[in-house]
């Protein structure tokens, strides 16, 4: 989480404030000049910020700075200083592509978006913001669609990162898995992927419409004892289900707990390997670890740290290829298991019929 206390200067005489509607949870980019390209004294300007280019939250009771004027009586005679300090929950939507994870991000997050670059590949970095039910404020982060955590396209690669919590500027707190409930067994393999991880988790079930016109039920319910998370069933282009998931993601934050077990025995596929990892690394959980041993090339770790996780390779002979293969012929019996207890689907022959 960020927390930032800063102050923000507003030159009394300029007309740009009076009618500019701000939203509550906006984010302001603290810089050398004003919203209103107006100057602001350095030396003021970085007073009690954290760096330099802090994102500054504006948190205001109402939509106009004119009417937030008046209830706070920050008029001075040349300056307005408003002081802000609250924490601010980064969250990362993750899916595969065409789940509707990005009519999801556009729903809750509206206009307050912008859209960067991942540094170093051409990727889209979008981000925005909103309020949960509470009124914390969240930054979200729309990271590019992904079937499994084994990435192949470049894309891949950056969710991939953020995921593992080794990108060096994204770090979410946690995660909003979106799942399509017409495909949900493909959709399934990824979200109990990003559940193993142990890190806070909470599926949005997209497409419910379409899988009811498909003959496909689903207890929504079970489904949530069977992965052990939040599932909410939701659809963006109608804003329904919005104020459940944010409610859902309020709790989650207070609330969580790592599960006690894996979706599948990790483990035992590789525990030499794995307890080798967790000897560099002893918070590190089964399936972070078994990442490590596949990718660790691709992360930021010193020369000591991949030699020695080199060797715990070699001595346990530990076959990437191997492990990855009996994950997800694993996660797919599991999985098999789970929408025979959660999921109707009409039988193929009615259909035609």
């Avoid at 009618?19 to 906006?26: A, K, L, V």
């Avoid at 990437?320 to 098999?336: D, S, W």
Wanted: aromatic letters at 8%; a neutral charge; glycine letters at 6%.
């Amino acid at each position: 989480m960020m927390e930032v206390t800063a102050f923000i200067w507003f030159k009394k005489l300029d007309r740009g404030i009076i009618d500019h509607p701000f939203t509550p949870g906006c984010f302001l980019e603290l810089c050398s000049s004003s919203l209103f390209a107006k100057p602001i004294p350095n030396d003021l300007a970085m007073n009690g910020a954290t760096q330099p280019s802090a994102h500054i939250e504006l948190l205001l009771a109402t939509k106009s700075i004119s009417r937030f004027r008046n209830a706070a009586k920050w008029w001075q005679s040349t300056f307005a200083a408003v002081i802000m300090s609250r924490t601010v929950l980064n969250i990362a939507l993750v899916g595969n592509p065409n789940s509707g994870k990005s009519s999801l991000f556009n729903a809750l997050t509206g206009l307050n978006q912008k859209v960067g670059n991942f540094p170093g590949v051409t990727v889209d970095k979008k981000t925005g913001t909103t309020l949960l039910d509470d009124d914390v404020p969240v930054k979200l982060i729309d990271l590019p669609g992904s079937y499994s955590l084994y990435p192949r396209r470049a894309d891949e690669w950056v969710s991939y990162k953020v995921l593992m919590n080794v990108d060096s500027e994204v770090k979410p707190d946690m995660v909003v898995l979106v799942a399509d409930a017409s495909n949900l067994k493909r959709n399934l393999l990824f979200c109990t992927q990003i559940i193993d991880l142990k890190v806070p988790v909470v599926v949005a079930l997209t497409m419910m419409d379409l899988a009811k016109k498909r003959g496909i039920e689903i207890d929504v319910e079970e489904l949530e004892i069977e992965l052990g998370v939040a599932v909410i069933p939701v659809n963006p282009r109608k804003n329904k289900g919005l104020t459940q998931l944010k409610r859902a993601l309020s709790q989650t934050a207070k609330q969580y707990k790592p599960p006690v077990k894996d979706f599948i025995g990790i483990r035992n596929l590789a525990e030499g390997s794995i307890k080798g990892v967790q000897l560099l690394f002893p918070h590190m959980g089964d399936y972070e670890s078994v990442h490590y041993l596949i990718n660790h090339e691709h992360f930021p770790l010193a020369g000591d740290v991949q030699a020695q996780i080199e060797q715990i390779e070699t001595d346990n002979k530990f076959n990437p290829t191997k492990m990855q293969a009996e994950e997800i012929l694993q996660r797919y019996g599991r999985i098999r298991q789970i929408m025979q207890q959660s999921v109707v689907e009409a039988d193929p022959l009615q259909k035609k019929l």
